[in-house]
């Protein structure tokens, strides 16, 4: 979380650029499953980390959820990625 801020401080300029949203395609049953693992309370936080990382290829980039979509930002010859749930989307990114 702290490497966000502080890519928030550095590249604050480029979060009012439109950004290129891709959605991450997930198999409706793998991810079912996926999230009925997350509710079971004797799986490990670090084992459902890894879940999350296994189907989903990493977290939300704010609030650590499953994430939905990837937004790519143009930062004048570099690309910044982040990963949203729907949620975090709605909010983050105009």
């Avoid at 401080?9 to 997350?38: A, C």
């Avoid at 989903?56 to 979509?69: D, N, V």
């Avoid at 570099?78 to 989307?89: N, V």
Wanted: charged content about 25%; aromatic content about 8%; overall charge positive.
């Amino acid at each position: 979380m702290v490497i966000y801020h502080i890519g928030v401080y550095v590249f604050g300029d480029t979060m009012n650029s439109k950004p290129e949203i891709i959605e991450i395609t997930i198999d409706k049953q793998k991810l079912k499953d996926l999230q009925d693992r997350l509710k079971n309370p004797h799986i490990s936080s670090a084992a459902k980390n890894a879940l999350i990382k296994q189907v989903a290829g990493g977290f939300c980039s704010h609030c650590e959820e499953i994430p939905t979509k990837i937004a790519s930002y143009d930062m004048h010859g570099a690309k910044l990625i982040e990963k949203y749930c729907d949620k975090c989307l709605k909010i983050w990114v105009k």
